[in-house]
């Protein structure tokens, strides 16, 4: 890297904290960490022209788990953690409105609404079964009942039911990152985009960061918000995860607005204005969608056509105007990873398809880590 002094000296001498990554979590860590140390000099390095992952990608969805997932969840996992999982999603959701405002994250609180196709009749049944004792477990994270039974249709084929939620949101992500990106250089924290960190060595005293030009400095701190592409920096109990998505053009008179979820959240959908944006079908190609490797792929995309046009919008001519994908970061459990990994090294990461609900939240949380 051909520096100059005046870059050396601005962006790379006596760094106190480099945020990697400046997704949710890296722009949320960084303008905590400001509160905390309003004279640190903070930098964020992007591997990316935008953020890499998925919080420039994801679909937008201001929600906390649908009834099915939940349960789903409660299966495999112990009822406090799935607990506190779900509070922390309601808790981070508020922390990013409050913290950006919600005109300016285009923020609507339509409701959201799980939907049963006609082969999900067992599932709906255990759904409804649970519904109230489901609704007295959670009512203390909403101070109401989440859940409710749904008599609305919207001219959705080959469907049973719908439960649905008044406390599901949706966002523009772009603008959300635009207005996180705004406030974070309005507290004079630096964002450098297409800068990959190749190497991070913990010296004790400080860390050293080698980029991927070879070119090497220190920091007396250093912050992993990598998500998905954690594993190459750091061996974590984090797996990346593919979710292709599609948006239709304009379509006239679209008969819903909210949030949609099938398949016990495998698929999703929701309305941009008058277009749909439709995403999903992981679990058709497990193996081939763990991958760190953007893209979309025909059998997927293929399959959330099909359910486009005979479940959502049946005997309607439907033209796809973008495709795109994000990479997510999951693992074996539901809670995300915040700890200290070493004497100067800290991380935030799998968000396991949620960073929108709960990024802001792990960011302040990672920053406290430093004098906690």
């Not at 904290?17 to 930098?43: C, D, E, M, Q, W």
């Not at 994270?141 to 001219?155: D, L, M």
């Not at 749909?276 to 792929?297: A, H, S, V, W, Y």
Request: contains cysteine; glycine residues 8%; negative net charge.
């Amino acid at each position: 890297m051909n520096l100059s002094y005046w870059e050396l000296d601005t962006y790379f001498r006596d760094v106190d904290f480099t945020v990697i990554g400046s997704g949710i979590v890296g722009l949320s860590t960084a303008y905590h960490l400001r509160l905390k140390h309003p004279n640190a000099k903070i930098l964020i390095l992007e591997k990316g022209i935008l953020p890499e992952g998925a919080s420039t990608k994801n679909a937008g969805f201001a929600c906390f788990g649908t009834l099915s997932e939940i349960l789903w969840y409660l299966e495999s996992n112990p009822e406090d953690e799935i607990y506190q999982l779900v509070e922390r999603r309601w808790k981070g959701l508020q922390k990013l409105r409050s913290l950006l405002g919600d005109e300016a994250i285009d923020f609507h609180q339509w409701g959201g609404y799980e939907i049963f196709r006609n082969q999900d009749k067992e599932m709906m049944e255990r759904s409804l079964d649970k519904l109230e004792e489901i609704n007295q477990w959670l009512f203390p994270v909403f101070n109401a009942n989440p859940y409710q039974k749904s008599h609305q249709n919207f001219g959705f084929a080959h469907t049973i039911g719908m439960i649905e939620t008044p406390f599901e949101g949706q966002i523009h992500t772009g603008k959300m990152m635009k207005a996180f990106m705004r406030l974070a250089q309005s507290e004079n924290i630096s964002i450098l985009n297409n800068i990959e960190v190749s190497n991070i060595s913990d010296l004790q005293l400080n860390v050293e960061l080698e980029l991927n030009n070879k070119f090497n400095f220190k920091s007396k701190k250093a912050f992993l918000c990598t998500n998905a592409f954690t594993r190459q920096l750091y061996d974590l109990d984090v797996v990346p995860a593919r979710a292709q998505v599609l948006v239709t053009k304009p379509i006239e008179n679209l008969p819903f607005k909210g949030c949609f979820h099938m398949d016990e959240g495998f698929y999703f959908f929701r309305n941009i204005g008058n277009r749909i944006l439709f995403g999903g079908g992981r679990n058709l190609d497990i193996e081939g969608e763990t991958t760190t490797e953007f893209g979309t792929t025909s059998q997927i995309q293929q399959q959330l056509e099909i359910y486009l046009r005979e479940i959502i919008l049946p005997n309607q001519s439907v033209e796809i105007e973008h495709r795109w994908s994000g990479i997510m970061g999951m693992g074996a459990q539901r809670n995300p990873i915040v700890k200290q990994l070493s004497e100067n090294v800290y991380c935030g990461v799998r968000l396991t398809g949620t960073g929108l609900a709960i990024g802001s939240f792990v960011g302040e949380e990672l920053a406290k880590l430093l004098s906690d």
